[in-house]
Nanobody, 116 residues
Framework: QVQLVESGGGLVQTGGSLRLSCTASGSIFDISAMGWYRQAPGKQRELVATITGTSKTNYADSVKGRFTISRDNVKNMVYLQMISLKPEDTAVYYC??????????WGQGTQVTVSS
């Protein structure tokens, strides 16, 4: 079992920046990929970015060029650097991990609000 704890959300103006952090604990040696997802009110949860153990990344088209995912395997952390934030980025952001057996774990989420 993997436990994930996010931090770094908050309120920011349009064009601002935030960095989200996620700390993993528990069965971390089984983790393969990690990522960030988000869910806005009334919408389905959607993929934001993922990163594999070899640092191969994947981004949603809506965040390409603005968001950067990175991973520190020593600290067991994954980060999401967000710049040029837009009101449509407002959502609860969730950290996710997938282990080598395909089992997914989720954090509790952190709120990001971008004011216009």
């Amino acid at each position: 079992q993997v436990q994930l704890v996010e931090s770094g959300g908050g309120l920011v103006q349009t064009g601002g920046s935030l960095r989200l952090s996620c700390t993993a604990s528990g069965s971390i040696f089984d983790i393969s990929a990690m990522g960030w997802y988000r869910q806005a009110p009334g919408k389905q949860r959607e993929l934001v970015a993922t990163i594999t153990g070899t640092s191969k990344t994947n981004y949603a088209d809506s965040v390409k060029g603005r968001f950067t995912i990175s991973r520190d395997n020593v600290k067991n952390m994954v980060y999401l650097q967000m710049i040029s934030l837009k009101p449509e980025d407002t959502a609860v952001y969730y950290c996710n991990s997938v282990n080598r057996f395909g089992r997914s774990s989720w954090g509790q989420g952190t709120q990001v609000t971008v004011s216009s």
